[in-house]
């Protein structure tokens, strides 16, 4: 089975705080994804990477950064972290190939006060 | 602006009645379609993906494709109790695997025993 891990499963930081969210897989899948999930949102991409340093913007990139620089593992970085940032992050690999299915972690339940 | 559409429910059907969920889609290139199931304060699960036109069954399960229609469903027989979650349509955006997966805001099941 595919299994993505991600390090915290809660998380509570104080407003402006450099905030870091570890996902790691180990299916050798080439891409990566992070998304965030709020109420009557929906699932919002905000970065993904289909190759080891490799990284391209989604729809709300703004106020994150990413890191990737081994093949398992994506880093979702919030530089500083303000209280609209307050959401479940989830991150997601999959194998590189059209049929894109999508495997997602445990999601991190960031609060930022 | 490429979209993905349900109805949001809450759909509400009796335990071991078919319930019908039902996604439509804007961007006719779209190749790959799935169906994932979440259940409250989890993270998504796939559990449903279909490629060609017509049907696909896994179980209890059925994915239904119409592209002419862009028109995309999942039934589910029997309904049980634990079925009742959130399902979530996602369609592969266009031709390559570097083409973004859209999410559809999902449609929330009841199954009432």
């Known amino acids: 089975d595919v299994k993505v891990t991600q390090s915290s499963r809660y998380l509570v930081k104080r407003t402006g705080e450099k905030v870091f969210l570890e996902c790691v897989q180990d299916?050798?899948?080439?891409?990566m994804f992070w998304y965030r999930q709020d109420p009557g949102l929906g699932l919002r991409l905000i970065y993904f990477?289909?190759?080891?340093?490799?990284?391209e913007k989604g729809d709300i990139p703004e106020g994150y950064s990413v890191s990737r620089e081994k093949k398992e593992r994506f880093s979702l970085i919030l530089e500083s972290a303000s209280t609209n940032q307050t959401s479940m992050y989830l991150c997601a690999s999959s194998p590189i190939s059209v049929s894109y299915e999508q495997y997602f972690g445990p999601g991190t339940r960031l609060t930022v006060t | 602006q490429k979209e993905v559409e349900q109805n949001s429910g809450p759909l509400s059907v009796p335990e071991g009645a078919i319930a019908s969920l039902n996604c439509t889609y804007s961007?006719?290139?779209?190749?790959?379609f799935f169906w994932y199931r979440q259940y409250s304060g989890k993270s998504p699960e796939l559990i449903m993906s279909i490629y060609s036109n017509g049907d696909k069954e896994d179980g209890r399960f059925t994915a239904q494709l119409n592209k002419a229609s862009q028109y995309v469903s999942l039934l589910i027989r029997d309904s049980q109790p634990s079925d009742s979650a959130t399902y979530l349509c996602a369609v592969n955006g266009g031709k390559t695997s570097y083409d973004k997966v859209i999410f559809g805001p999902g449609t929330s099941l009841s199954v009432i025993p």
């Open positions: 990477s289909y190759d080891v340093k490799m990284k």
């Open positions: 299916m050798d899948h080439e891409n």
């Open positions: 961007d006719r290139v779209s190749q790959s």
